[in-house]
């Protein structure tokens, strides 16, 4: 059987919403006074977009095959992510057969490396990786999850990121994740008005469901240690990336000095096997990787394996069908996010909303990954697109 090769790869662009989830307008939850590292800037405390965290938008990447069939992914990097696929990363999978997945992951990182690592170039990595496991998923009538092992159970399990954890219990969530609203700049008042909201939720949703809270990248090692202790009196079962990503040597710190039996989590904005077994070894409980950014399922099945070596969880941050694909396969990963994105968290609505068609969601915070081949979602052509570059 001749295998088919690749024939075109085109990268375009949306605007608003889609795989940048941060890129909302009107009053969003998600950008509501949210502790941030730069938090220690009060101009830029009540809104995450005031520092660009929206500015990016969203990349599309098409990988269309040599009989017409098409795959194709969606990932937070805009413009410049097609730039780096049109321009540079496209040149190492036109004419190759579409099952080189290895060795195209290998050239795109490789080649990459004196401007890349991480960031926007892995994002961007990953985008392609995805697009191409879609394409091989249609071509050959089968599911993502089917071409990468299997699963290893029937169906998905969920806990909620959102403002609103006791509506993410009534609507059958395991647990709640809530952002942390004031950073250690926001002094002492800051950290009592953390607490207070943390008891509120406490008092809401009963002593057995979890809650967790989201730090955003925006605490210190005393904070984070100082919070976490008083945290316990009120249940929190993980504190979620309360430092900077480089600071491995204060994750390990923290992790020695957190409250028994508090999880510490980390690693929705680390990438590649390299950054990960950084991260393992500071000790952490449950890493988080984003399947669209940390290098997509190539990389993140050998992430996944060396985090099973560490006898650590792996629970993918975000990213929708392309996590779910991954989660069911693997025994390490028990349970799946899914982050609400109604505007008040009130709702469960599909994350990347309105861009793809057939996005499923959780239903009593359970999911049966579908059937449909590859990751089983269509782009929707209501949903306007630009094509800045070609090559
Ligand atoms: C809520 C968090 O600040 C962020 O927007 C999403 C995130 O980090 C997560 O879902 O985890
Ligand atoms: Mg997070």
Redesign the pocket.
């Known amino acids: 059987m001749t295998q088919p090769t690749i024939r075109e790869v085109r990268a375009t662009t949306v605007r608003g919403k889609g795989a940048d989830y941060?890129d909302q307008s009107g009053y969003h939850w998600?950008d509501d006074h949210?502790a941030t590292p730069m938090s220690v800037y009060p101009e830029y405390r009540q809104s995450r977009q005031s520092f660009g965290l929206n500015v990016l938008g969203t990349l599309v990447v098409e990988i269309e095959a040599s009989d017409g069939t098409v795959g194709f992914a969606v990932t937070t990097g805009g413009e410049i992510g097609a730039w780096i696929v049109e321009k540079h990363l496209a040149r190492f999978l036109e004419g190759r057969p579409v099952t080189d997945l290895e060795r195209i992951w290998d050239q795109l990182y490789r080649s990459t490396l004196y401007y890349g690592r991480r960031g926007v170039v892995l994002n961007t990595i990953s985008g392609v990786d995805l697009a191409l496991y879609d394409l091989l998923g249609r071509l050959r009538g089968e599911p993502v999850y089917a071409l990468i092992g299997g699963p290893v159970r029937d169906e998905l399990q969920f806990y909620a990121?959102g403002a609103r954890p006791d509506i993410a219990q009534q609507l059958g969530f395991i647990g709640g994740?809530m952002?942390l609203h004031h950073a250690p700049a926001e002094g002492q008042q800051g950290f009592v008005d953390n607490l207070a909201a943390l008891a509120d939720m406490r008092s809401r949703v009963g002593d057995d469901f979890w809650l967790m809270w989201?730090c955003?990248m925006s605490l210190d090692v005393e904070y984070a240690t100082r919070l976490a202790h008083a945290a316990a009196e009120h249940k929190l079962k993980w504190m979620?990336?309360a430092l900077i990503p480089d600071d491995y040597w204060g994750y390990a710190q923290l992790k020695r000095q957190a409250p028994a039996g508090m999880l510490i989590t980390s690693g929705?904005h680390e990438a590649t096997r390299w950054g990960f077994r950084q991260l393992l070894e500071t000790g952490v409980d449950i890493i988080?990787p984003d399947v669209n950014w940390c290098g997509g399922i190539t990389e993140l099945i050998k992430i996944s394996a060396l985090a099973d070596a560490h006898g650590t969880m792996v629970v993918p941050?975000?990213s929708s069908v392309y996590s779910y694909h991954f989660v069911v396969t693997r025994t390490n990963s028990p349970f799946a996010?899914f982050?609400m994105m109604h505007e008040t968290a009130e709702e469960v609505v599909p994350m990347f909303t309105p861009l793809l068609l057939n996005e499923p969601v959780p239903v009593n915070g359970r999911l049966r990954v579908p059937e449909t081949p590859g990751f089983g979602v269509e782009l929707n052509p209501e949903v306007p697109r630009e094509r800045p570059y070609t090559h």
């Open positions: 941060h998600i949210i990121t994740k952002p989201d955003w979620e990336e929705e988080q941050h975000g996010e982050l």
